[in-house]
C-alpha cells in the first residue's frame, strides 16, 4: 500500500462488470483511487470539473457518446485531464483514431495488472504511454522548450515530400497508402520508401508510432 494519497483517475465504460473489474485493477496497488465512474461520455462530461482529477480511463465504444468523441471534447474543454483509449480490440486504424481525438495511449480490456499500472504511470509522469515513444522527463517548466528543440531536430531530419506524407497518414480522412500516393502523385513504390525512411529516422516501426511521434512533436498540422 502506497504511504501517500492515492492519485484520483475517472473510469468510462458501459459495460458495468467490466467496469467494476476495472476497478478493482486499478485500486489493488493503493497508488489510485477511481473517484468517478460514468457509462458514457455525456454522463462523464456532465460530473466535470472534478477536484484533483488527473487521469481518465475512456471507453472507445459508448452509447449516446462514444470515447471518441469524448476524446476530442476533453482536448478541447480540458485539456489539462490526461485520458487513455481503452476498448477490446487495438486495430491500428482504431489506434491512430483515438490518438487524433487526443488519447496519451492506448491499453486493451484484457490488459495485465502490472501493465495497467505502468500506463497509468506513464501517462502521469511522461504525458504519453506508447511503445513507440523515446521517455522522457517529468513534465515541468522546461520540458516545452526541449520538446520545441526536438521538434525542430525532427524536421531537419525530413524531407518536404515525408513531411507531406506525414500529414496525409494523419489526415482525417484516414486515407490508405494508395490513396496517399494518388494525392501525392506518385508511386506507390515511392510512398513505401517515404514511410521505410521516415521510420528509420524517427526510430519508430509502425504507422500508429508515426501519427503519435508526428502529433506529440507537432510535425504536422492537424
Not at 520508401?193 to 508515426?210: A, D, F, M, Q, T
Amino acid at each position: 500500500m502506497s504511504s501517500t494519497a492515492p492519485i484520483p483517475v475517472a473510469l468510462v465504460d458501459d459495460h458495468t462488470l467490466v467496469r467494476k473489474g476495472l476497478v478493482e485493477l486499478i485500486q489493488q496497488s493503493g497508488e489510485y483511487e477511481v473517484v468517478l465512474e460514468a457509462s458514457n461520455g455525456r454522463e462523464f462530461i456532465e460530473a466535470l470539473p472534478h477536484p484533483d482529477l488527473r487521469l481518465a480511463i475512456v471507453d472507445l465504444n459508448m452509447p449516446e457518446m462514444d470515447g471518441f468523441e469524448t476524446l476530442a471534447w476533453l482536448k478541447e474543454n480540458q485539456p489539462g485531464l490526461l485520458a487513455l483509449a481503452l476498448t477490446f480490440e487495438g486495430t491500428e486504424e482504431r489506434v491512430i483514431r483515438a490518438v487524433r481525438a487526443g488519447a496519451r495511449g492506448f491499453i486493451l480490456k484484457d490488459i495485465e495488472p502490472l501493465e495497467l499500472r505502468a500506463a497509468l504511470r506513464s501517462v502521469l509522469t511522461s504525458g504519453y504511454y506508447h511503445t513507440d515513444l523515446v521517455h522522457h522527463t517529468m513534465l515541468n517548466s522546461s520540458m516545452r522548450t526541449e520538446e520545441e528543440k526536438t521538434r525542430a531536430k525532427l524536421l531537419a531530419r525530413l524531407t518536404e515530400n515525408e513531411v507531406r506524407f506525414l500529414e496525409l497518414i494523419c489526415d482525417d480522412r484516414e486515407l490508405t497508402y494508395e490513396q496517399v500516393a494518388e494525392e501525392m502523385g506518385v508511386h506507390r513504390r515511392t510512398v513505401d520508401g517515404y514511410r521505410e525512411h521516415i521510420c528509420n529516422k524517427l526510430k519508430v516501426r509502425s504507422k500508429v508510432g508515426l501519427v503519435i511521434t508526428a502529433v506529440r512533436y507537432g510535425l504536422v498540422e492537424l
